[in-house]
DNA sequence: TTAAGGTTGCAGTG
DNA sequence: CACTGCAACCTTAA
């Protein structure tokens, strides 16, 4: 029996290793509907937010999601397809009408374990289900399917990276690509204007002022910056992340792949057997967790432990959680947002979040350390909020993961060791060379005071053409006293968490989670993953 | 109960 | 750059 088939994209924005496109073109498809639907939620204009964007997107992400769209339709429409992107509301809404409007028969899309995609894909898969349509729904955006890791640990997520590793074994190759055409696109009925829009067409054309990443979106650029990444093979063996350099920008010190993990723009599993390659072909390289493999494991641990912790992204009601008592202060979070906190180094890592979407991951462990545990004492779920809304990459699992790993509520406990906002840049970068870039106010600034232009004389700052407390903040906080308080008040905290741990410990976490029963859904499974003709 | 280990601290020394 | 001492957390495995 003849049906049409919808390909429905969010992330996986690849033809590549795409296992949800290859089954839908597959059987007795005639017509295939590839679809994307733009999500108010990430997309909708908010003048209140404190940067040009959505309440949950700054523009350069957004801006990357579109090339991504762009790149995509272009290699469907080499294939014969085309993306059809979809506007008018919830995508679940959206996608539920066209099932019934251009009579699928077959619907797949990439499974999604963040929770804003279960609930999204639960209701979809619901009235699929319920109408007859087959519904393809395959792990691929991850090396490993989260929930089988979970059941081989008995049920609970590993929490150590260690563990997870031991556990997860060798991931699946990628698919091949059996393919050179796509089953043609159908009438598209009462939908106008699905062509990928422009950021102009999305309403935000009127700020020009904001300067963009310099990534670019997509597949094409994903496998070209792949290969640009693991052409010098002894880079790639020798690959060890805690040595990397933070400050490093002109030549980043690391491949800068996660935006295209992120979207999907590039397959998990192709980077990882691409490494693998190489490994195979040197005598000897270095191992997780600091390799380039290492890396990728890193999100897969990531990816399980959220999938498997209720309210994983908040600190009350998430188990694997410290209870801190964070101080509120609005002041304070500004001056961390927007490069205002008189520490140089700080001041231009969250300038570079702002301007490229992208900083170096121990630039993050400095400006995330100095927001929580190390100097104010803020809520990391506010540091949270504006990584996710600034950062190109910005993924919800590895996100609030590594949040709660800096601020020492989870994971990592060490509190003791702080970053200096002052010495920790100037190991790796003694001139200042990033400071002077993304802060062009001290850019004459003498050497001797870059990191620390408070202690400069007046004559020094009047030569730089920078006086400080005028041109540029001073310190909004003395870093000696501030983390000498903050380790204080982590030990305090520390100690009420251990005493609560006892069985009455229990109340504490019902009576503050809020909804952590939601239905959980599952993978089509993966025997059902045909990968033959 | 104890010992070992944990991707990425800092300051000082050779 | 590699090593030490510093002060010291948690979890896991025995």
Redesign the pocket.
Known sequence: MESNALMWFRKGLRIHDNPALDHARRGATRILYPVFVLDPRYLERDPSAFSPGSARSGLNRIQFLLESLADLDKSLRRLGSRLIVLRGGDPADVVIRILREWNIGKLCYEFDTEPYGQARDARVKDFASGSGIEVFSPVSHTLFDPAHVIQKNGGKPP?????FVKLAGQPAPPIGQPFSSLPPVGDVGECENVGVPTIQELGYGSLGQVEFSPFRGGESEALKRLNESLVDKEWVANFE??KGDPSAFMKPATTVLSPYLKFGCLSSRLFYQSVQEIYTNVKRHTSP??SLV??LL?REFFYTVAFGTPNFDQMRGNKICKQIPWSDDDKLLASWRDGQTGFPWIDAIMVQLKQWGWMH??AR?SVACFLTRGDLFIHWEKGRDVFERLLIDSDWAINNGNWL?LSCSSF?????????PV??GK?YDPTGKFIRYFLPVLKDMPKEYIYEPWTAPASVQRRANCIIGRDYPRPVVSHESASKQCRLKM?EA?ALN?ASRGPWAARIWRSSAGNSEKTIQLPTRARDSNRNA
């Open positions: 929490l150590t990276y260690q563990s992340k805690p967790p600091v290492g890396q890193w991951h121990l462990h790993w990592f406990y060490q509190y003791h060791r702080i970053y200096s010495t920790f190991k030990g520390y251990t």
